[in-house]
């Protein structure tokens, strides 16, 4: 008895795999983890000859051919002009190697953008360490917390620069790059500016600062009257000492130049993005006799800065000017977060080195999968 039901349950498996040995389970669903751009064709990967033609419409209109698929794949990503929340109709048609069509399909669907993207668990993972970071030393700053910040010798220059612009009755030069406003070095620039202006305020020394975009005039003469202000020294705030030169770089080089080779000027400061104006004025300066202190974040204008000047703030340096000058306990925080996150890399980067040279992968593979 048993060896005949063994006979039969063989026989009834060999007539389904005849019965569908030409067919394919399709499947059309909205790909996961996009802006609603993208549809995902899914099917059975049965290793059988032939092709798919994959037909497309939109609401009323016609059906399109999109493509012909191989299938002995398993899934086929639409992405040729699907936009989200539009309903799409797809005809699937499965041809064998004959070119007979062996099964037909039609399958719906509206594609929607997703609020989360599942497979960055790695990069929230990262994001949510960063951000307590933060949290955690803005509360310990503002709690009275003493943080370490490696000291910034062009930063600690800046009394010894004003100093000796006092003694020596001449102006001091600030320039705050070349570039626009929207630039992050020009913000940094910037804000390094108002602390030097409160310190020139204090000890009535002059400061000069030529500027070549209007909105950053309009923000500079902001920035330094209230410096003059926050020092006690209102009436000593002289307008005109911000001023427009040109837009054009090569002009604005050529003005700030004679306003050096004129002026005398015993304290340069070149803060902020610049280009390959920053070895004129660096060499123009140097010959004048003055202090420079330059800091950019331009790679290629660093070796002119450091070869020229006394001392140069190299990268981030610049953006953690604000912070270490004014000691305000959420920029505090902030950077001893930020520092948190790049030890946190550098450390992963080093663990992936060591265990790629062991053939362990699967850091590897979890950050650049994730």
Not at 282 to 307: N, R, W, Y
Not at 350 to 355: A, D, H, K, L, M
């Amino acid at each position: 008895m048993q060896k005949r039901q063994l006979i039969f349950l063989v026989i009834a498996i060999f007539f389904l795999n005849f019965l569908f040995a030409d067919s394919l389970m399709f499947k059309v669903i909205d790909n996961p983890n996009d802006d609603g751009t993208g549809v995902l064709i899914k099917w059975h990967q049965s290793g059988i000859s032939g092709k798919i033609i994959l037909n497309r419409k939109e609401s009323l209109k016609s059906y399109e051919k999109i493509a012909t698929l191989d299938p002995t794949k398993s899934n086929y990503l639409d992405k040729k002009g699907i936009n989200p929340g539009t309903e799409y109709t797809y005809l699937i048609e499965f041809h064998n190697i004959k070119g007979q069509m062996i099964e037909k399909v039609e399958l719906v669907v509206t594609p929607t953008g997703q609020w989360f993207n599942t497979d960055k668990k790695a990069l929230l993972l990262f994001t949510l360490i960063i951000v307590f970071s933060i949290i955690y030393y803005i509360y310990s700053a503002r709690s009275g917390k003493d943080l370490y910040i490696r000291k910034i010798s062009g930063l600690d220059s800046m009394d010894e620069a004003v100093g000796r612009a006092t003694e020596m009755g001449k102006p001091i030069l600030y320039i705050p790059g070349t570039a626009d406003i929207d630039d992050m070095q020009t913000i940094a620039g910037l804000t390094i500016l108002g602390n030097l202006a409160q310190k020139a305020a204090e000890y009535d020394a002059e400061i000069i600062v030529p500027v070549n975009r209007s909105m950053v005039l309009s923000t500079a003469r902001e920035i330094v009257k209230e410096a003059f202000i926050k020092a006690g020294r209102p009436d000593a705030y002289k307008p005109d000492s911000v001023f427009y030169l040109t837009d054009d770089q090569f002009g604005f080089v050529a003005g700030v130049d004679g306003i050096i080779v004129r002026e005398k000027p015993a304290a340069n400061f070149y803060l902020g993005t610049f280009y390959a104006e920053s070895l004129i004025l660096a060499e123009t300066g140097f010959s004048s006799g003055a202090i420079q202190v330059a800091g950019t974040a331009m790679p290629s204008q660093l070796p002119f800065f450091v070869a020229a000047c006394d001392y140069t703030l190299i990268g981030e340096e610049l953006f953690a000017a604000s912070a270490y000058l004014s000691k305000d306990p959420h920029q505090l925080g902030s950077l001893k977060g930020q520092d948190v996150g790049k030890a946190l890399f550098v450390t992963l980067l080093f663990i992936g080195v060591i265990f790629e040279m062991f053939q362990i992968s699967f850091l590897k593979d979890f950050l650049t999968n994730q």
